[in-house]
């Protein structure tokens, strides 16, 4: 079995058009939610989100380009792109067949359908562009990385809602581990913030038309937000011959599903997820130092989360920090996991804990250290990131220090 | 017409509770009635699409206050909107 690291990383999300602006952002505990701005929001009660802002395609891509690419593809190129130039691979012939993209998406090019039934349905049109199906596909977006870089070996998109890109970074660990590739680019993406996509949304009650507040004792709701992250995960032996930096090594992974319910929140699959992630890593559950949480904001998720940590940490949930960056970004959907391994990687790398920002009051349902509204400095040999879908498809990644 | 809003009302709750009309109690919580958050979620959209107008209904207060309202409580707030809507 090969060890698996990481060797570069990359975003574009609320919080910065980078790696490092987010993890500064998040070190600053920095709100990326605000008032949505797209067309017809007006006819929306929910009203905010955590926005890509001052986004201009035209300085990362040809006019050509922008007319094949969906907005979830672009967000993921600007990440890959970011991801290989950290890692400073260089994709050779050799290597490129060993080499893959495995992307995690839970609405593929949404803004591109959103827009074009818009224009058959609303406008009456009977013309689209020709190439709406190739754009709105959810394997867009991971085909393109393909082709930006060169990348011929196993490639696939994964989707299971919320925990889209944990699932496909949890596959790309066990293709390398396996021997199947060498190089897989993973992660996830998601640009749903349009009408169509937060009118769906809103029909569901649980979005917060106010703020995100995961934990806290007035929470009321999730916020969605928009964005990519992609790293290169790569064999650890590879990594060394070829003298690259090592961010943080990918220890195991664990997959769960409920079983029960579409949307309600099981304790129990939640908590066999993180078991088996740690079993995998062989980590003892005290030798973890921060869980990245799912933690929506919604009633349900935070207090079934809370009761699974406890559940699975015992005792030593009380020396766990434990935070949701969503107070920040937003939660991104299929992208999110993969935007919250960043928070990760900076625990293990830099010693900062990112914060749950827009924290209130304590919930004794939530009683965790949940690092409320400022970063912390603090040494952290290991950490989980939680991923729990609706659906009940739950995935959980377990990470050490390089 | 109150008595063909509370008719309807009632038998919308009864066809999501998978219940008699007859069978719904005005005391009765939902959950009594066997409806989650997410089914008063749904039966809450039908009363909606029948009366063409908004309730305030939030699954995401501290409490969950909205869905520990009771089916009479939940009849008044409709029957006041629907008044409401009648008389613009």
Redesign the interface.
Known sequence: MNRVVITGQGTINALGASAPETCKAMQEGRLGIGPLTFRDVDRLSVRIGAEVRDFDPANHFTRQEIAHFDRFTQFALLAAREAMEQSGLVVDAALAPRSGVILGTAGGGLQTQDANYRSVYQEGKNRVHPLVVPRLMHNAAAAQISIAHGLTGPSMTLSTACASSNHAMGQAFQTIRAGGAEIVLTGGVDAMLCFGGIKAWEALRVLSAEACRPFSANRNGMVQGEGAAVFVFENYVHARARGAEILAEVAGFGMSTDASDLVIPSQDGAMRAMQGALLDAGLAPEAVGYVNAHGTGTRANDRTECAAIRAVFGEHAEHLMVSSTKSMHGHVIGGTGAIELLACIMALKDGVIAPTISYDAPDPDCALDVVPNVARQARVAAVLSNAFAFGGMNAVLALRQA | MSASVRNTVLSLIAEQAFLDPSEIRLDALPEELGL?S?SM?EAI?TIEEAFDI?IP??????E?ASNQKNIGALLAQIEALVGEKAEI
């Open positions: 989650d997410l979620v959209f908004s209904f939030d699954t995401q207060t501290a969950g």
